[in-house]
């Protein structure tokens, strides 16, 4: 007779460790949110892609992970002079790595939040390191190996 409430004792303590990563509310919480990935230039977020052609003059095309680019510092005006390498949200947070041809190829990663229309906390930085994937910015910004620069984003509507 003991075992029979012992035995309802353990099912509901095992059930209730096993309801997954919800909170007492219901929703996901933000520690348990993962990284999404996006493989299209078009899947960039217009506001960040906004700031990017701020930054460069209006002047701001970059090829699909798939497509080719200007690697060198032979230019074919037919081709873009970057290159999506990494397109990743989680939650409000974008990362973006793109490779930039030219005199010396590089890597350039940018960070940013994104809520409703509004831009904040964007950082970016240039490095020699390949970064194509969440655990090498990960490693390397826990390294301080990748510094990425806080800007201040004012864009005219």
């Known amino acids: 007779m003991l075992r029979i409430p012992f035995f309802i004792v353990i099912l509901l303590l095992t059930s209730s460790r096993c309801s997954g ?11 348990k949110e993962v990284w999404k990935y996006y493989h299209t230039k078009d899947s960039v977020p217009e506001l960040l892609f906004a700031v990017l052609r701020r930054m460069h003059h209006g002047e701001f095309e970059i090829a699909d ?4 680019y200007n690697t060198t510092d032979v230019i074919n005006d037919a081709l873009p002079t970057r290159k999506l390498i990494l397109l990743a949200r989680k939650g409000e947070q974008w990362r973006m790595t793109y490779a930039e041809g030219g005199f010396g190829k ?4 940018t960070e940013c939040k994104i809520r409703s229309d509004s831009i904040f906390d964007f950082g970016i930085t240039q490095t020699l390191l390949r970064i194509d994937n969440n655990d090498s910015i990960d490693n390397y910004l826990s390294q301080r190996l990748l510094i990425p620069k806080k800007v201040t984003v004012t864009l005219n509507h």
């Open 21 to 31: 990563p919800e909170n007492n509310t219901g929703l996901m919480s933000k520690e």
């Open 65 to 68: 992970p798939d497509e080719d």
């Open 106 to 109: 590089k890597y350039v990663y």
